[in-house]
């Protein structure tokens, strides 16, 4: 009897041994797995991702997903950093210019992926790639809202990317609102090169923050292109608008391009617009409304619109603010 | 055979030379285009002692700026001193310093040994593939394949070979046009008049596309109208450098008609040189060494004008001398340019050309001044 309990209870305990080694592994190694998935997800975690951005709108994409690059570009007439980034790229490495980034420089910092533009970087894709993961989108003059989307998807941050456009569109869309209830709905765009005026029409940056505000644009505007260069003035008849706004090249506004934009605004044809006469024509940051090309550029070019359309503010708030500041 | 004749009409006036006068000498010459030397009689160059001294002196010193282009960069790597690379080491010398490098020797030596050539063939000491109007139609063909690729193909970029092809197409037309209007008398002075008319419509013609255009491709041009070897890349430097080579190696095989060149057409054809025929092959030889280097790196200025020169004044004897001189001359001036390009504004980056002409133009001022006539 004895034998037998003793029997049983060994092969009860040996059953049991069994069942735990079998047991065991089939729990174990999910375990194992997740958290060993878990800590490369960390190790791999977006924050901790050195990333180097060629283009000023892939750099805001990533400051407005609360990401840092370890390099960027000098911003195109910035020093090194736009005016609106500066405070958040402390620290960043420069690495050359948009149009001759230092690829050594860029290897150097050892980077996980590369963002950019094709229009600045096709030519030195292929090496590029031998360097990290790039990811170029075409044209960033064009399509910033995707171009966000694109670069966000690039960093694993879709969901984070998505969020963040819904709140610069909810804006938008606030204020479109407010814009429809006043009757000036008509905007000219033109810029100040060094001896030339570039017309602006709709595929810019500008022209789709105007078009996503509902604004309209005279005939020769409204047309899916970036823009007309040497824009002459036997045409300023067609800049005829409720509003008239403007660009001036460069940062430290050259003053022979300042000239050639007097002399241009005292033609007797600019005189005689009458956005002119009634006192509509102003002057538009170009790093904002024009190179920047950002997501974060376009946040404060929203927040220009209500004084440079004179609508009514809301005593003590801003109008159409964000709900969540970032 | 046409050019041939009149030698034989003349041959008793010039019976006092003893080369024409003597049947077999003749014949060799005339028969010279049939049995040019890579058709088996091989390779035999004239180097004197001076010459050898001089470039191995050349070769030496474009050694030493290599090994610097290799070292140099923002990150200090000692290629010399390599037991075992990290993967950025790697990384940086033989991916990004290596095909860099390598694009400065070819565009050099290309450039170089084109200015010689031009320069041999119009006996005229400005001829150089900018001033003919070479470079600038290699430009104005890549911005006119740009412009075409953006109005047709919705701004599709090119592969690197398709702008080197686009390169080369440029070129040659250039100098069927300057061949074509310099035919009728042959006047090569006004051949070099011609190119710099050529190029200069050549340079309103890119200013008026790139006007035109929807502007970013301003951008993707500039690259090719400034010059700059940023954009090496090793599948792109093997065909160039291939393709350098053979264009170096035929010109080297074609020396002594080269040599008669510089002379006159007439102690040419008194010597039974078929002019028509071995300057047709020069010209192109030129042309295809200009598209490769505007290919490679857009039109780097003043090499091709400035290092034969500077050549003439080192090395100043016999053309195969000469040839290799300005090939290694030519490297040596725009590697060393690169360098500068590269590590002078670090992190900025500056076209090579702006090197090439800081550094070539007072060496060619000094050199010039310092001795009397060319």
Not at chain 1, 28 to 57: F, G, K, Q
Not at chain 1, 243 to 271: N, V
Not at chain 1, 286 to 301: E, M, R, Y
Request: include cysteine.
């Amino acid at each position: 009897m004895n034998a037998l309990r003793l029997s049983l209870k060994l092969l009860s305990h040996w059953l049991t041994l069994r069942l735990l080694a079998l047991v065991l592994p089939i729990l174990l190694v999910p375990i194992l797995v997740l958290s060993l998935s878990v800590a490369a997800y960390a190790s791999e975690d977006a924050t901790a991702l050195r990333v180097v951005t060629l283009s000023n709108d892939s750099t805001e994409a990533l400051l407005a997903l609360g990401l840092k690059p370890v390099g960027a570009t000098r911003s195109l007439n910035g020093q090194p950093w736009y005016p609106h980034i500066a405070a958040q790229m402390q620290g960043v490495t420069v690495v050359g210019l948009e149009n001759a980034p230092n690829l050594e420089l860029i290897a150097s910092l050892q980077p996980d992926l590369i963002l950019g533009s094709r229009q600045q970087s096709a030519r030195l894709r292929a090496t590029l790639e031998r360097i990290a993961p790039t990811v170029l989108v075409r044209d960033s003059r064009k399509g910033w809202q995707q171009n966000f989307l694109l670069f966000a998807r690039a960093l694993g941050q879709e969901q984070a990317g998505i969020k963040r456009l819904a709140q610069v569109q909810a804006r938008i869309q606030c204020l479109k609102q407010a814009l429809q209830q006043q009757p000036l709905r008509q905007v000219s765009v033109l810029r100040f090169n060094p001896g030339q005026v570039r017309l602006y029409q709709l595929d810019s940056f500008s022209g789709e923050l105007f078009a996503a505000l509902g604004l309209t644009r005279p005939a020769s505007q409204n047309v899916h292109a970036y823009g007309v260069n040497n824009f002459s003035s036997e045409r300023i008849a067609e800049l005829e608008a409720d509003w008239l706004f403007y660009f001036t090249y460069g940062a430290r506004r050259q003053q022979s391009t300042l000239l050639y934009r007097e002399a241009f605004m005292s033609d007797p044809a600019w005189q005689q617009l009458s956005v002119v006469r009634h006192n509509r024509v102003q002057s538009l940051d170009d790093v904002i409304w024009n190179t920047a090309n950002g997501i974060l550029a376009a946040g404060v070019a929203l927040d220009q619109i209500p004084q440079l359309f004179s609508l009514a503010v809301p005593e003590g708030g801003a109008l159409c603010r964000s709900s969540v500041k970032d | 055979m046409a050019q041939a004749k009149p030698v034989s009409d003349q041959q008793p006036q010039s019976s006092t030379r003893q080369c024409t006068a003597d049947p077999a000498a003749k014949s060799s010459a005339t028969t010279w285009m049939a049995d040019r030397p890579w058709r088996g009689a091989g390779l035999s160059l004239l180097l004197p002692a001076g010459a050898l001294r001089v470039l191995g002196l050349l070769l030496l010193v474009l050694a030493l700026v290599s090994l610097l282009a290799m070292a140099l960069g923002p990150l200090w790597i000692n290629p010399l001193d390599l037991q075992a690379p990290s993967a950025l080491q790697q990384l940086v010398l033989f991916e990004l310093r290596w095909p860099r490098l390598l694009l400065g020797l070819v565009v050099g030596a290309s450039l170089a040994v084109a200015g010689f050539v031009l320069q041999s063939l119009t006996r005229v000491s400005i001829a150089a593939p900018s001033v003919l109007g070479l470079a600038d139609g290699a430009g104005l063909s890549v911005v006119l394949v740009l412009f075409a690729g953006e109005a047709l193909w919705g701004g599709q970029l090119l592969t690197p070979q398709g702008m080197a092809l686009a390169a080369l197409a440029g070129a040659v037309a250039v100098l069927m046009l300057l061949r074509g209007l310099s035919r009728r008398d042959g006047d090569l002075e006004k051949m070099v008049f011609a190119g710099l008319v050529v190029a200069a419509i050549c340079k309103a013609l890119v200013s008026l596309l790139l006007l035109l255009s929807q502007s970013d491709m301003a951008m993707q041009a500039q690259i090719w109208l400034v010059g700059s070897l940023a954009q090496a890349n090793p599948a792109l430097n093997r065909w160039l450098l291939a393709a350098c080579v053979l264009l170096l190696s035929l010109t080297l095989f074609n020396y002594r008609a080269l040599a008669l060149y510089r002379l006159s057409d007439e102690v040419m054809g008194s010597l039974g040189q078929p002019v028509g025929v071995s300057q047709r092959w020069l010209y192109l030889l030129a042309a295809g060494l200009t598209a490769i280097a505007v290919a490679g790196a857009g039109q780097v200025s003043f090499v091709g004008l400035v290092v034969p020169h500077l050549i003439r004044r080192i090395c100043p004897r016999g053309v195969p001398a000469q040839l290799i001189g300005n090939a290694c001359g030519g490297a040596l001036l725009v590697v060393a340019a690169d360098v500068l390009a590269r590590n002078l504004f670090t992190p900025y980056e500056l076209p090579v050309g702006i090197f090439t002409a800081l550094i070539g133009v007072p060496c060619f001022l000094w050199l010039y001044g310092r001795g009397g006539r060319s």
